[in-house]
Structures are given as C-alpha cells and as structure tokens.
C-alpha cells in the first residue's frame, strides 16, 4: 500500500494499493516522483515490476517487467525520460528503463561486477550513474553508454573493499548546482562528500547512529539525514533522529529528537516549509499501533515538522506495517 497524505491537513486522503502479484507480498521499497512531476514510480524488493501512476488521481498507467531482482532504489534521470534500478544483491545489477514507453532498455551487469549496489544518482546532464555499493568503502562510477565502471574509494589510503563494516554507503544524494555528492555511511556513522567531477573527499562529518535516507532543503542550504538508531535523550524509550547540516560551513547545526522511532523516509517540501519523517516502527519492542492493520505486522507513522518553528505542525500520525519510503509531489 502507499498512503498519500495531503500536505495542508496532514490527513491520509487515499490509500493505493501496488504492486503486481496478489499471491504475495512484494515489499514496495523505493517511491520517486519524477522531476516533472506527472509520473511517480515505484519499485519492489521482492517484485519483478515497476509500476508507474499519474500524480494527479494516482491512477496506474503501465508497469514494466525487469526481472528478478531484490530491487531497492529508483534514481529518475533529470529529463524524467529514463529510470535507473538497483538490485541490492551480492552479484547486484541495474535496470534501465525508457518511462516515456515503459519498457525495459538494458540491464548492467557482470559477474562480480557490482556488489550490494543501492543508492544513486546521476550527474547533471544524466549521463553518468553514481551508485553506492552498500558494503564497503566505495562507490561506483558508471557510464552506461560506453559502457564504464570506475570505483571511487571514500577513505584516503585504503584498497577499494566490498566488506562489510569499513564504512558501508548508504545512500547517495547530488546538489548539481553546486557540483556536490552526500553519501551516508551507515558503519562509520558519517556523512562523505564528494566534489563531483574530481570526485575526491573534501568533508568527513560526523552525525548519529546509522545514518540512511537523505533530503535537501535548498532553500535553507540544509541537509537533513535520518540516523534510524540513534538513541533518544529526550524521549528515552524512542530511537532515531535527523541531523540537520549547513552546506555552507559543512558542520551539524541541529539535532532533531521527536517521537520517532526507526525513522527512514525522509523529504523536504520548501514551498509549505515543512520536514517529512516516517518512522518504521518495525521492531517488536517499539511503540504498540493504535490499531490492527490489514498487512501482517506493525503499523508505523509519520512526523510533520515546521521548519520555521522546529516544531512539530501537528500529532504524529499512524499509517500502514512499515512505511519505508516516502517523497513530496
């Protein structure tokens, strides 16, 4: 299911349901809108699709087979024409997919070539992919046209590694205009950032426990990052936070504490000023739901922030098992 939310309210006004196979349940796990905003997209973690709906009616308009895969990320091309996949999977591969026909275009892969591969994003003009290998200490360059794969290792002196606990990248997010790449590493607890181009280390910052998804507020020059365990001192019996950092002195200028728990979606809507945050609440030991959902296990919910006040807009709000992934139309 994805609920969607209107934004001045607060208020779930519709529930869709996904995906393409009725006899399973095939753990939607990345939603995009497409920068044109007419399209969004959604990919399955134990699906074969990915099913494309109008922004406006959220009704489906096509889906495209891509095979098997434990498919985590999709990444729209700036032109809103091509998709980019991840399949987060030990011989890991992508899905090009043309959304203008809705039909699968190529797939990159080889044998050992890409490991866990999960966040990405693509430069400017969309002709060159970025993508974290999710364990490790690296990211991939890719040029699919040629094709071209480079790794770019993230810690200065080390040999490029797929092994776990090194740093672990998570999650990739570019500012094009600014020629930047975050990457959150979710072992080391720190957020990288890259000059894109050089594509070398200039910051190391620190921030809290397993640090994931990512949203960039450019009107304020802020980053928030989701850290889904990092304790509460506040709120003792809750978990997560978001770190707030300046891009323009590369520090964290703000740590926020709400009931969260588990969060990991996370999305900046700068024209009403106001942070998303959806909480898992995937752990047996966390809040107990207000009610039963229809889905097997735990509901979740979702925090509305006022970026004026730093407070919250309104209640937390309860939705469906799990709310992993979420994005702002």
């Keep these: 299911m994805v609920s969607v939310v209107d934004a001045q309210t607060g208020l779930v006004m519709r529930t869709v349901k996904v995906g393409a196979d009725d006899s399973q349940i095939e753990l939607p796990h990345c939603l995009r809108t497409a920068p044109d905003g007419k399209y969004w997209y959604v990919c399955f973690a134990n699906g074969s699709v990915v099913q494309k709906f109008e922004t406006n009616g959220d009704k489906l308009v096509a889906q495209v087979n891509i095979g098997t895969g434990a498919w985590n990320i999709i990444k729209i091309a700036p ?30 892969s080889g044998s050992g070539l890409f490991t866990f591969p999960h966040g990405m994003e693509t430069s400017a003009d969309g002709d ?13 360059r890719i040029i699919p046209s ?16 797929t092994n776990p606990q ?23 607890n720190e957020v990288k950032v890259l000059r ?10 620190p921030v809290g426990t397993y640090p994931l998804e990512m949203s960039l507020s450019k009107k304020r020059n802020l980053l928030f990052v989701v850290c889904q365990e990092e304790l509460n001192p506040i709120f003792p019996f809750f978990k997560g936070s978001v770190y707030v950092i300046d891009i323009n002195t590369m520090t964290v200028v703000r740590k926020v504490y709400e009931k969260f ?15 998303y945050v959806a909480s898992r609440n995937a752990d047996p030991t966390g809040p107990a739901p207000h009610h039963i959902s229809s889905c097997a296990g735990r509901n979740g919910f979702y925090h509305v922030i006022d970026l004026n006040t730093w407070q919250l807009k309104r209640p ?9 992934s979420l994005d702002i139309r």
Excluded: R
């Design 261 to 275: 728990y588990q969060p990991h979606g996370v999305a900046v809507d700068d024209d009403l000023d106001i942070l």
């Design 316 to 324: 937390p709000a309860e939705i469906s098992v799990d709310p992993y």
């Design 166 to 188: 090194l740093l672990d990248p998570h999650e990739i997010l570019s500012w094009t205009e600014k020629k930047l790449h975050f990457i959150t590493c979710q072992a080391s």
């Design 146 to 161: 040629v094709p071209q794969v480079d790794q770019i290792v993230l810690a200065k002196g080390q040999a490029p590694s």
């Design 79 to 108: 032109d809103s024409k091509t998709a980019f996949v991840s399949d987060l999977s030990a011989n890991g591969k992508f899905a090009i997919i043309d959304l203008e026909k809705m039909v699968l275009k190529s797939v990159l």
């Design 128 to 140: 060159t992919l970025y993508a974290t290998a999710q364990y490790g200490n690296l990211i991939y």
């Design 196 to 205: 894109a181009g050089v594509d070398t280390v200039l910051h190391t910052i």
